[in-house]
Nanobody, 123 residues
Framework: QVQLVESGGGSVQDGGSLRLSCAASGRTFSAYGMGWFRQAPGKERELAAA????????SYADSVKGRFTISRDNAQNTAYLQMNSLKPEDTAVYYC????????????????WGQGTQVTVSS
């Protein structure tokens, strides 16, 4: 199995940027597809971005396309979510997750989850 720890959340102004990191430990990191999910207050958790094991395939929610970039460094056992041009509607708890599939876009495909990190965007 793999353990995941997110970092990099915080509070920014509308239009600002943040980079989230997800440090993995345990089994070989490169064996997992990775995803970043988010859950806003009163809403269901949704996929923001997903990345394949090797990093060659990505998938983004329409609401973040062109603003967010998911990446990974398998040598450092870390996944990232670069978030630019942040909007108040991006305010949510962001979760890193790992799937044993090559890549996945559905929540139930992800077996391992981090504890979440809060991102707050103010107008």
């Amino acid at each position: 199995q793999v353990q995941l720890v997110e970092s990099g959340g915080g509070s920014v102004q509308d239009g600002g940027s943040l980079r989230l990191s997800c440090a993995a430990s345990g089994r070989t990191f490169s064996a997992y597809g990775m995803g970043w999910f988010r859950q806003a207050p009163g809403k269901e958790r949704e996929l923001a971005a997903a990345l394949s094991r090797g990093g060659g395939v990505t998938s983004y929610a329409d609401s973040v396309k062109g603003r967010f970039t998911i990446s990974r460094d398998n040598a450092q056992n870390t996944a990232y979510l670069q978030m630019n041009s942040l909007k108040p509607e991006d305010t949510a708890v962001y979760y890193c997750a790992a799937t044993e599939k090559v890549v996945a876009t559905t929540e139930n495909a992800y077996r391992y989850w981090g504890q979440g990190t809060q991102v707050t965007v103010s107008s």
